[in-house]
């Protein structure tokens, strides 16, 4: 079946500990994304890759990381995570040329 | 830099009436237009999109939605909506379609009997 894996699905974790959301995708999709909803703000862009070892920046970058050494995964780093950092994550992935995203089921995730 | 706007937090339909979910964007080229659905608990689906030609397109489960250069919308509607509809919805824009994707507030729609 073809989908975006996203583990875990829940994660608390403390201030401090760094941390990494895996995402993985069946596809051999090109393009790869990671989103966080809040309530109110709508979905806000983190990162995106275009390509193997190819990523920039969304809105709001501040306090992520990520890499794109293989094609099918795009983990998300939370190197010292902070409370303001407790959101709902979702990876997402599309292929060149078919336009949209395909999403993860999301990572609930609380920094205490 | 690009914008969404849905200007509408909560709407409320009863069942078997019309649906129209408004969306406003801002974007200085040709824009990238989508509708995305999210029930309870679930991800992102993609109702819709729109990049070129016929500005009336045809999504899944009885959706359409219109793209208007002159207004700048890209509304969504249904001609008679189900109670499985009830969902938030999110209109979104992008530069290329997949690279920088904003996203709308969203549209939460409660279904009533």
């Known amino acids: 079946e073809a989908q975006v894996t996203q583990n875990p699905r829940y994660l608390i974790t403390v201030t401090g500990k760094k941390l990494t959301v895996t995402c993985s995708q069946n596809m051999n999709h090109e393009y790869m994304s990671w989103y966080r909803q809040d309530p109110g703000l709508g979905l806000r862009q983190i990162y995106y890759s275009m390509n193997v070892e190819v990523t920039d920046k969304g809105d709001v970058p501040e306090g992520y990381k990520v890499s794109r050494k293989e094609k099918r995964n795009f983990p998300l780093i939370l190197e010292s995570p902070s409370p303001n950092q407790t959101s709902l994550y979702f990876c997402?992935?599309?292929?060149?040329?078919?336009?949209?995203?395909?999403f993860g089921s999301g990572t609930r995730l609380t920094v205490v | 830099a690009q914008s969404v706007t849905q200007p509408d937090i909560h709407i409320t339909v009863s069942e078997g009436a019309s649906l129209e979910l408004r969306c406003n964007y801002s974007y200085g080229a040709t824009p990238y237009l989508f509708w995305y659905v999210q029930s309870p608990g679930q991800g992102l689906q993609l109702l819709l999109k729109y990049f070129s030609g016929d500005t009336l397109v045809q999504g899944i489960k009885g959706f359409e939605a219109e793209f208007k250069r002159s207004q700048s919308s890209f509304n969504l509607r249904k001609p008679s909506v189900h109670w499985s509809d009830a969902a938030e919805y999110f209109c979104?824009?992008?530069?290329?379609?997949?690279?920088?994707?904003?996203f709308g507030t969203g549209t939460k729609l409660q279904v009533i009997p």
């Open positions: 979104a824009v992008g530069a290329g379609g997949y690279q920088k994707v904003t």
């Open positions: 997402a992935s599309s292929s060149e040329g078919n336009y949209g995203y395909t």
